[in-house]
DNA sequence: TTGCTGACTGAACGTTCGTTCAGTAGATTC
DNA sequence: GAATCTACTGAACGAACGTTCAGTCAGCAA
């Protein structure tokens, strides 16, 4: 059903035509809320061709998960480049954010980012694999960041690289709650330009005032009532 | 089954029994992915009876809804002094942090992150009213610290309040990714202490190094590739 | 004692689920 | 032309689903 733009193997097969079903309406619904009879409907054949092709509605899931990892695995052999050409000044001044690179990978209207959405939050491991290769990605183009002087050092890099990491993926996770709250939805080209100016206005010159000179590490700073209500 | 510390009406009843499982079940697994008659198991009751309670499995879900809903709700009314409290330099330098408010409030294995990170991103209403309410409170929160002169002012304000909200959220959402990755649950009081001070060192201090003067908005920093692959 | 009420159950209901299977149609191979 | 293969279908399977219902039982008011 209408893919969008030019470089797809145009010619749709049916087969390709139910794990495009399947992508979108599992991003919507979730994989239990989602029924085989639903996807074949949607693809325009029978049930039994959904698993005549696929085997079971779990090999249509997994094959559902490679597609996307792979979609991302072939933007990752791209994206140091890319990110690091994001991330001079020179060139440009980005932000150097996944976010961007998806937006720049896959249409505005695309499934993926809801499906990547339930990737990283069912708990599977693709989403583990998924969160880690980015990781590892952040982590490298943060030490090289470090070591040519754009970034700041940090005392935990570690925690450095996932935190930047994790604000840049919230923005995926929450789109709908951000597009609601400021008016713009921020995977759009107008909205990601408005989200990356303040991004970088805090990743550049911080959200709060200098704390008293000899900053605490702040280590001590654990929330101080502990109420622990059950539940 | 074992709710744990003071505050709860200790007597804990069939019908409260069958709230909390339901509140577990559905957190870990989805509702579309738990029966009527594995909370009815978990409870130690008959499915009948957990109909015979709340109605129907819709019912049950929106009283699980509204039992987290009026937790943050009690929270939220406390919440403005302790987020300020937490944000005052000489008290303690803390971070203002929801997420930290949240741990404050419920125990460190409880299942409402869990259940709340469903609410945030199963797109219902709930969800998007319990977003709202945070977003208010840490509008009006951004506000005042800007002007008591703790944080600095945004020249987008609204975009500035959602990216700390929803980095702040997105530690919520991305907690078993992020215990991964560095090793610490960030949930945890122990976690939340590195979290926050590496957050903090951002909030503070930036994570970049100043851009060449004059820095650009940035508005223009769109993606640049524009590959736009099918999917 | 009687009658009522609310918590609770076992058995069953109709529906929908994932999956199986025998079989058809159209190519391709020998 | 027969044999083979792959894509595909309609009908059916047993299991699991949400829900209904008649009925049991304990507590309590009259």
Tied chains: 1, 2.
Excluded at 26 to 51: H, K, M, W, Y
Excluded at 52 to 66: F, I, N, P, Q, T
Excluded at 95 to 114: H, I, N, R, T
């Amino acid at each position: 059903m209408a893919t969008t733009s030019e470089p797809a193997p145009i010619a749709s097969t049916v087969r390709d035509e139910i794990r495009a079903c399947a992508l979108r309406l599992f991003a919507e619904r979730g994989v239990a809320g989602t029924s085989v009879r639903d996807i074949a409907a949607c693809a325009g054949t029978s049930p039994a061709n959904v698993l005549h092709h696929y085997g079971s509605k779990e090999g249509l899931r997994e094959a559902v998960d490679d597609e996307v990892a792979h979609l991302f695995a072939h933007a990752a052999s791209t994206a140091p480049d890319q990110l690091a050409d994001m991330m001079d000044p020179a060139t440009g001044g980005g932000s150097g954010s996944f976010a961007e690179l998806l937006l720049s990978a896959v249409p505005p209207d695309s499934p993926v980012p809801a499906y990547v959405r339930r990737l990283l939050l069912d708990g599977g491991d693709a989403g583990r694999r998924l969160f880690r290769s980015w990781f590892d990605s952040a982590r490298a183009l943060q030490d090289s960041l470090v070591a040519s002087g754009v970034a700041r050092p940090a005392e935990d890099p570690d925690a450095r690289t996932a935190f930047l990491l994790v604000n840049d993926l919230a923005m995926i996770l929450l789109r709908e709650h951000v597009a609601d709250a400021i008016g713009t939805d921020p995977l759009t080209t107008e909205g990601a330009a408005r989200w990356t100016a303040d991004a970088l206005d805090v990743y550049h010159h911080g959200a709060f005032r200098t704390p008293p000179d000899g900053s605490p590490t702040a280590g001590s700073t654990g929330p101080r009532t502990r109420g622990h209500a059950a539940t």
